[in-house]
């Protein structure tokens, strides 16, 4: 295999040079690619423009993904790929992303949603096979949604009715399915069972020559207003036959299967996402310090200055939200479903404001769908496609809801802090349990530690106490939260649920993002490399936006946050690094 070990293979619970290995990765990755504002490359940003508007992926694009063998890294170390941490793979798409969000779904984080379910619950026999195909080069796609159902999969009609032999015969359509037209392969979320209930659905692996190619088609390509160059379609299948073989785990644990897979996919495609507003920020970073106004530089305007320390801010805040998920997916498996739900619907909800914002300072350009600042309407497009589909924004809220109540009883001002690997982007983790993901939590550890940052005293520079002010605010919050989640009423602990506790969940989200942004500050080391993210003035301002977003506007900042922050801003635009908590070296 790729890494030179075969299926079920026995690494190391954390083998060594795991962040030497990531950050060669995203290198070359990076490198491959290419320079986007160079209009000469092959995949620059006027090239990626012209395939959006002809409702293509970008070929270069493509070719450059099978050469760099993209898809071993969806397939876990211990099946013979690349993938040992779930947060190197959304360091790895964030290169992609922040070229083309359509590009990194249509590509690769299709196969990746897929693949999640063998590598949960399928037997050794599948994930070796689907091992094969994703390291060869090959493509998946994964069909949980019916229009007609929307996220409530659990009522989907899609059917695959047991046969005498063992074998399934398959009937009905999925709509929305991305390379359902170009797979070699498909994960179907299928009914097995007439009976209601959550026991009547299962997960199939069936390989595209598998059907009776009579039996099925693929349906008429929708016209999306974003991510225009995937190939988002549907299949129908008529009677198709399709062997034993193809069921995985266990007959009628399909929405178990799922709802596992979504914690981790939940987890991981935010951060990916942060690709694109980063190049959203630099594109207005670069208009800002051309563009003349009134004899002074838009960059000299404090509005338009203040408004790009604030979406770098945010940036940092969402990274801090995703590290968190994704590290939680291997160190607290059992507390996953919470943090990646919040990641899942948090993160897209501000990175659509951050948009928002910068299109304000961009003015009217930010309509222009070519020139050097065409990409930034194209992502703005692009990224809210991050917030639709079966991990939807209040598909996730649903699945925070009925845990509020168990939370607020059993965790909360209680329980014991995360640990500090949790917030350590650079440092190793054990593989993946997946065994070991839980539906629901009871415990919480991530708040845990916002509670106990209000324990330590404040040091005395401004910065600092802001900091401290700012947590006990927070810490206030969190309770007033916990009070309600305890007078919630029976209803409102279900997905059907009204207004107001869909409302408590995104205070929730909110103050998990606030606990993530204290703990990274809290575990950041100049000697690793997190000089700037050791520094009180990030976490001042990213935990002052998030007590503005709960509508508890806090006392003004220190004017040194605001110059601190803006310094960085431009350090970070003309060394060309990221606006990520890694800082991460970027070509162009």
Known sequence: MLNGKGPGAPPPSARAGQEER?????AAVDRRLGDPTDPRGALSYAGLLEADEAGVLPEAGERALDELGLGADFVPYAEGGRMERLDTLVRVMRQVFRRDVALGLGYGVTSFMAAVNVWTAGSAAQRARLARLLTGGGKVAVAYHELA??????RNEFAARPRGDGGYLLNGEKQ????????DAWVLFGRTSPAPGSRSHSVLLVERGEPDPATWRVLPRYDAVGVRGCHLSGLRFDDSPVPASTLVGEEGTGVE??????????????GMALGAADTALRTVVRFAR???????????????????SGAFTDLLTCDSLSLTATRAVHLLPEQTSVYAAAAKYLVPKVLTDVMRELSVVLGARFYLRDGEHGIFQKHLRDLPVLSLGHAGSAACQATLIPQLPRLARRSWFTGEPAPAALFRPRA????????RLALASGQDALSATLVAAADRLPGTPPEERAVHGLVLHLVDELRQVQDASRALAPRDRTALAGPAAYALADRYAVLLAAAAAVGVRQQASPAAGDAFLAEPAWLAAALHRLARRLGRPPADLPASVHARLHEEVLRRFHAQTAYDLYDTPLVG
């Open 22 to 26: 990531a950050a060669a990765r995203v």
């Open 428 to 435: 190793g983790l054990p593989d993946l349990p997946y065994d």
């Open 176 to 183: 929305v399915v991305n390379n359902a037209d170009r797979a």
């Open 257 to 270: 299967t799922a709802l596992r897979a979504f914690q981790i996919t939940r987890a991981a495609l935010p």
């Open 149 to 154: 159902h929307g996220n409530d999969f659990v």
């Open 290 to 308: 051309g563009r003349q106004l009134h004899r002074r530089t838009v960059l000299d305007i404090p509005h338009a200055r203040d408004t790009l």
